[in-house]
């Protein structure tokens, strides 16, 4: 079991810290994005031992090089509600169902082996619908798993196999009030951000690569820091990364009603 504290890392490094340069998706038309959602729930930076976050990529991947902190490597969570998910069509959207939740596990910059281009990895989504799962799999190649999750006494979200076997948890401490978002992001924040905006490097099951973009639009949602400890119990990912986290010091949020929305997927950018 690999155990990490808040202070082994520091704040979240941002692209200056790693070796490689990074395609960024720039201005895109609307058409450029396949669907959305509005997410209400937590993003948590943790720091883990760097051999440990490597066993969670496939073999086409490795970590970037890293000047700052040589010894440790980022690893980020997301968990909570997507509620209004839609499938976009000519930038329309269509809403495909109802609300329904994830537990994200991913790893940021990560490059293609003997390539340069920073991504982001996710080893493993946990979701509570079929559809976001299915499709997540077969046009992402996001590992999507289906589990069963929710929030226990309000500040504890937990993770459990189709059987009932728990797989993940994560206690959570509401430190301040609701905030609403300013023209610039608390620094944390955007060290998140900036993280979730690399490109996705997906594996598909048959190991097809592909490559697509998220764009967060926090204009609309509210924000307030949180402490958080995240633990992994069970069977969760590839590559096993049991073990408990605490958050980086100012890297963990919870927001309410943030929009999210995913490019079509694309050939490999690396």
Not at 68 to 74: D, G, L, N, Q, V
Not at 229 to 256: D, K, M, T, Y
Request: charged share 15%; proline share 9%; aromatic share 10%.
């Amino acid at each position: 079991m690999v155990t990490s504290v808040a202070m082994s890392m520091g704040p979240l490094p941002g692209r200056s810290a790693f070796t490689g340069p990074v395609h960024d998706l720039g201005p895109a038309p609307e058409t450029a994005f396949a669907g959305q959602a509005h997410f209400s729930g937590c993003l948590v930076a943790t720091a883990w031992p760097r051999a440990d976050a490597e066993r969670l990529l496939p073999p086409e991947l490795e970590l970037a090089p890293s000047a700052s902190a040589a010894a440790i490597h980022p690893v980020l969570f997301s968990f909570g509600d997507q509620r209004t998910g839609s499938f976009l069509l000519g930038g329309v959207p269509i809403e495909a169902g109802p609300t329904y939740r994830e537990f994200c596990v991913v790893v940021p910059f990560v490059r293609r082996r003997g390539g340069q281009n920073l991504h982001l990895y996710c080893p493993r989504i946990c979701s509570t619908s079929y559809p976001a799962y299915w499709h997540g799999n077969a046009s992402y190649g996001l590992r999507k798993a289906m589990t069963r999750m929710g929030w226990e006494r309000e500040s504890s979200f937990v993770v459990t196999s189709p059987a009932g076997d728990q797989l993940a948890h994560a206690d959570v401490e509401r430190i301040t009030g609701w905030q609403r978002p300013t023209d610039q992001d608390p620094p944390g924040l955007a060290a998140l951000r900036t993280a979730f905006a690399l490109p996705i490097a997906g594996r598909r099951d048959d190991g097809t690569l592909v490559s697509s973009y998220f764009r967060w639009e926090l204009g609309d949602a509210l924000v307030r820091p949180v402490r958080a400890a995240v633990s992994i119990v069970g069977p969760l990912a590839e590559g096993n990364g049991r073990g408990s986290w605490q958050s980086a010091p100012s890297q963990a949020f919870e927001v309410q009603g943030m929009l999210w929305r995913i490019t079509w997927p694309m050939a490999p950018r690396f």
